[in-house]
């Protein structure tokens, strides 16, 4: 029987868990990145390390790579709790850098399942995620964590985005990774007080991609003023329920899938590498 969560009021006892995930996507590890453990990744908390060590090496299943880490946690459930989300994280780092979907499975039932699915594909075509993108990856996620993590909601959107099935919910998902990255990282120095104050998403978008892009590089969804005000009442009706859903709708959100996608990527690659030089 798993060990019982601690009571409250009672003072909890921490224990190092190891975990160890399939994750499923077309991405591979390259071959210098197989059983090299990083342990830049840690989450302090009380001196506490909660989340470190991490090796990232190939499976032996075709379209999936396992990661292994270490979790801090009071019990076993603490701890897939916790793990499950450190990995998510992580997962949507290595989706933002390599515009790859990647999932995971827990518990392992469903992720044995999929090794299945994945085994009788007739061919992959995946991509190598190198040891400087990992290095990045690994080395800070804690720091955008706690420095940025909006920046890390926008790459979770995106994620979803890249993963879902539904093309309405991808259509929500790639927009919120613009909107989000926009009313954080547009540079409001030069507006009025009461431009701040309002700070329209449509004006926050056009500033970070003045900002962001030459004008000949904005991504081509986001050039247009009249597109992307209907994107935005789009994403404001679907997110409010103010119409119903319609095949006229569904083909419209469809319809700009691959440039909001195209777009999304862009504007997480510019942020990375513009606005967290830092990191």
Not at 247 to 253: G, K, P, S, Y
Request: aromatic share 8%; proline share 5%.
């Amino acid at each position: 029987m798993p060990a019982p969560e601690p009571s409250p009021g009672i003072q909890a006892e921490f224990h190092l868990f190891t975990m160890i995930v399939d994750v499923f996507g077309p991405v591979r590890p390259h071959q210098e990145l197989n059983r090299q453990t990083q342990r830049a990744l840690k989450g302090h908390s009380g001196g506490r390390d909660f989340f470190t060590d991490i090796t990232l090496e190939d499976a032996r299943s075709s379209a999936s790579m396992r990661v292994k880490y270490i979790v801090t946690a009071t019990s076993p459930a603490g701890a897939e709790r916790a793990g499950a989300v450190y990995l998510s994280q992580l997962c949507d780092l290595i989706s933002a850098v390599t515009r790859s979907p990647v999932w995971f499975y827990m518990p392992d039932e469903d992720s044995r399942e999929e090794r299945i699915r994945m085994h009788h594909r007739a061919s992959s075509v995946d991509r190598i995620l190198t040891e400087t993108e990992w290095l990045w990856i690994t080395g800070n996620l804690v720091f955008l964590r706690r420095e940025h993590p909006r920046f890390l909601a926008a790459a979770s959107w995106y994620r979803k985005g890249l993963i879902g099935s539904d093309s309405i919910d991808d259509f929500c998902c790639y927009w919120r990774v613009i909107e989000r990255l926009a009313y954080s990282y547009a540079d409001r120095s030069n507006w009025t007080e009461d431009e701040k104050t309002k700070s329209p998403v449509k004006k926050c978008v056009e500033q970070l991609c003045a900002d962001l892009f030459d004008a000949k590089a904005v991504p081509e969804v986001l050039g247009d003023r009249g597109t992307v005000s209907r994107i935005i009442k789009l994403r404001n009706d679907l997110s409010h329920g103010n119409d119903p859903i319609t095949l006229e709708l569904i083909d419209e959100t469809t319809a700009y899938l691959k440039k909001l996608e195209h777009a999304a990527f862009n504007v997480l690659q510019a942020v990375r590498n513009t606005r967290l030089a830092s990191a």
